[in-house]
Structure formats: C-alpha cells, structure tokens
C-alpha cells in the first residue's frame, strides 16, 4: 500500500509539473506571437504581417577589369553607398553571396516600385562604373525585414 501510494504521489507530481510547463510554454508562445498593431503599421505589414520590397540580384558588370587600386576605391564607393541606402531607410538587406559566381550579392529595397529601386541602384558607384548590374524583382516578404538594419546595428562591434 504504501508503495503504491507512494506511485500515485510521483504520478500527480509528474503530471501537475506537466501541465505547469505545457501552461507556461503556450503563455509564453502566446506572448511572443502577439499581435502589434503598431508595430505592423510601422513596418508597412499588410494582414498577413508581409509587404512588397525590390530585390536586387548585383551581378558581374561588362566592365570588370580595373586594377586592384581602382577596384577597392569602387568597393569601398559601393559599401558607402549602401550604408547611404540604408540609413535612408530604402535598402533592408544587403550582403555578398560567398561563392565565386555571376550573381555576386543581392539587395532588399523597401520601395513600392521597380523604377524606384533603380533610380537607387543608379547611385552605385560600382553601377556607374560597370563592375555590376542590378537584375530587380518585385518581392513579397515578411515585413518583420524593416526591423533588421536596427537589430544589426546592436550586434556589429566595428562597421564595414
């Protein structure tokens, strides 16, 4: 008797330590998942938390034969222009892909149109000088995106 009262015991134990957790657990994923209206206003998120962006594929331009001097001031043109993009609020996303093919690295512009994505991608000074071209889409993501130049801006320690 006293072992089985002694089982029942660590069963209601394990049980009530169960639903504990389970409650806990769904608070939690509720809390997280939460609506925020304000939030999706300042995101420009429709119903379904998405918005429209450009997306840029920056491929190998016809003129890529400049020297290494020249070819680094370009480079360094290019990430001052992007960080130009950015702070404006216009370009979400941008980065180099890490293999050595055409599409060299993409951009997500924050514009309802492509025309407005390629009145931007014209102030490139690596565009301007043929080392890349911009192939743009229009594209529907998640508009959770707005938020991430803010968030990176909490975890780089030195800028690019």
């Known amino acids: 008797m006293k072992n089985y009262s002694l089982y029942l015991i660590t069963l209601l134990f394990i049980w009530s330590c169960t639903v504990s957790v389970k409650k806990d657990s769904e608070e939690i994923s509720n809390e997280s998942s939460a609506y925020d209206s304000l939030l999706a206003a300042e995101t420009g998120a429709d119903p379904y938390g998405m918005r429209q962006y450009v997306m840029a594929y920056l491929k190998a331009g016809p003129n890529r034969d400049q020297d290494s001097t020249e070819a680094a001031q370009l480079q360094r043109a ?83």
Request: aromatic fraction near 6%.
């Open 78 to 160: 290019h990430l001052d222009n992007i960080g130009r993009m950015a702070e404006m609020g216009k370009l979400i996303l941008a980065g180099p892909f890490m293999d050595d093919h055409e599409v060299k690295g993409i951009y997500i512009f924050a514009v309802e149109t492509v025309e407005e994505a390629e009145e931007l991608t014209a102030s490139d000074p690596a565009i301007q000088a043929g080392r890349l071209v911009m192939e743009l889409h229009p594209w529907y993501g998640s508009a959770a995106l707005m938020k991430v130049n803010e968030l990176h801006g909490q975890l780089a320690k030195e800028d690019i």
